[in-house]
């Protein structure tokens, strides 16, 4: 009996391990001629998609708030490939139907569909505002759901697309100092895995990414509210610390992989993988870690309302 039992766990191993491979075979796509729309995609981690996307010959649509980024991150992608930008703030869901109906017409077609856009504010409890809170769920949760709502029915046609949702190890562990940032990320991982299920009977595949801390220049485009420079120098020690940082083109890289073989999760880096798995099985334990780094985070100060952006 235990050899029949030894028998049928190897049969099982060898089985799954079969179907894993098989799985990646049909769901691996070549994205060469593919049309990738990617928001936030005129710097950072999104320029850098670009780019990347760009180079296995992809056409890429960036979609950005600001016209003369835009136009930069649109000449050096047109460098290497075919690319084309849009102005188009994701919280606005007239300018989203408009900007996704302006790819339509330029290519006809958005294989890809990648919810990159965020914002990051920074500072203590005392410093955050309703208004905070709503910003960033209007850029990070009813931004993508939008975006997405006016993707699917193209990809519904073509009876296939993928989805790239951005989010964050701010969206599996709450950090302090970033609130509005962990909550609006927390409703974007939900609502992406949920997604996932959903639709992967219609051949649409959805990927959620966890990044950890990434070296993309956040630091400058970050708000700062209460104690600003105190704020801004340990979120940039953070940023640049290279065990916690990762590089930008090195969690492209990831991200594209996990997009082609369409993979339910991609952890971008070891960080955001021990820091995930050890909230889910020692939540507690995590809490006092991070009561501990809130202690040493600066206090709110004179002025906890007044937000700067990072220099």
């Not at 994701?90 to 996704?100: A, G, L, P, W």
């Not at 997604?195 to 992967?200: C, E, I, V, Y």
Request: aromatic share 6%; charged share 20%.
């Amino acid at each position: 009996m235990p050899h029949i039992v030894a028998q049928a766990f190897a049969a099982g191993i060898l089985g799954g391990l079969a179907y894993t491979a098989w799985r990646k075979q049909q769901t691996s796509v070549d994205f060469r001629d593919q049309v990738v729309l990617i928001t936030g995609g005129s710097r950072g981690l999104g320029l850098e998609l670009a780019r990347r996307w760009s180079k296995e010959g992809a056409k890429v649509a960036i979609l950005a708030r600001n016209a003369e980024d835009v136009r930069q991150a649109v000449k050096e992608l047109n460098e290497e490939g075919e690319a084309f930008g849009v102005v188009c703030d994701i919280t606005d869901s007239e300018q989203i139907r408009n900007s996704v109906e302006e790819v339509l017409a330029k290519w006809g077609r958005i294989d890809v569909l990648v919810n990159n856009a965020g914002i990051i504010q920074v500072g203590p409890l005392e410093s955050v505002t309703h208004e905070d809170y709503q910003q960033a769920i209007a850029t990070h949760l009813w931004g993508p759901i939008h975006l997405t709502d006016a993707v699917l029915p193209i990809m519904r046609r073509q009876g296939k697309g993928r989805i790239v949702n951005i989010s964050s190890i701010g969206g599996r562990v709450s950090l302090p100092h970033l609130l509005p940032y962990s909550a609006s990320k927390f409703a974007l991982t939900g609502w992406s895995e949920g997604l996932t299920a959903a639709l992967r009977p219609a051949n649409i595949l959805v990927t959620t990414v966890t990044p950890g801390i990434m070296r993309t220049g956040s630091p400058r485009n970050a708000t700062f509210k209460g104690r600003h420079r105190d704020e801004y120098a340990w979120f940039s020690w953070g940023a640049s610390m290279p065990v916690l940082a990762t590089p930008s083109a090195l969690a492209a890289e990831r991200i594209i992989d996990g997009c082609r073989r369409g993979v339910p999760t991609v952890m971008v880096s070891a960080f955001s993988n021990v820091a995930a798995r050890a909230h889910g099985l020692c939540p507690g334990f995590m809490t006092e870690i991070l009561t501990l780094v809130n202690r040493w985070l600066p206090n709110a100060g004179s002025h906890p309302q007044q937000a700067l952006k990072g220099s």
